[in-house]
């Protein structure tokens, strides 16, 4: 997941200490709820929610929809304010790149997100949620839940959870960097390749 440059939520951020919107952008985040709850009941209805999703990252609407599920733990239909605020914080932190110190800080309050859902096991495809959220490559998902056996049949607790979000987050910055070192490689093989006729001209100029 990723914000869209276009998004209000580009200029929040989050307490670097405690991980957590600071009183000036709690206020921020209640205004916007406020503004978005056109029924005036506390609460977005799905399709609210969804399109408020869509407009503000890069997520597909399936796995809009699927994240929407996992957060209405009790199959209301309804985003309520704490639901808007833990998924605006998750943003903000992809947005900041401090998704290792908001694992740290929250492990807890995610683990138990899921495990509503997972009833104490985790498959993939539950897993796979959580590379969703915090932007982790397919790939990597599908090595690390083989890796570790992380299956339907074993339980996942707190700490181990925790541990298999830091590790996909060191193994996707991996990744990344890897990515960019191809594509300056590639970069400059382009550049010489371009800048090549030009510099033999040169030096034969030189030369003569």
Known sequence: MRLKPSSMYECLHL?????????Q?????????????????????????????????????????????LMDCNSTGFF??????????????IKDKKEKEFINRHARSLYNLFEVRMKGKMTHDQFAMTGWLFGFN?????????????????????????????????LQK?????????????????LIRKLKPKLISYWKYDAS
Request: hydrophobic share 45%; aromatic share 16%; with cysteine.
């Open 15 to 23: 307490d670097p200490n405690y991980m957590a919107l600071t009183v």
């Open 25 to 69: 952008n709690l206020m921020t985040i209640s205004e916007s709820f406020h503004l978005l709850d056109i029924h005036k009941d506390e609460l977005m209805n799905d399709l609210q929610t969804k399109i408020w999703m869509q407009h503000n990252t890069s997520l597909k609407f399936s796995q809009i929809v699927a994240i929407f599920e």
């Open 80 to 93: 309520d304010f704490d639901m808007y605020y833990f998924f605006t914080a998750i943003m903000l932190c």
């Open 138 to 170: 397919n790939k990597i998902m599908k090595l690390f839940h083989k890796e570790f056996d992380i299956s339907a049949y074993k339980r996942t607790v707190v700490e181990e959870f925790k541990f298999y979000i830091l590790i996909c987050i060191e």
């Open 174 to 190: 991996m990744l990344d960097k890897a990515e960019r070192v191809h594509a300056y490689k590639q970069y400059r093989k382009r």
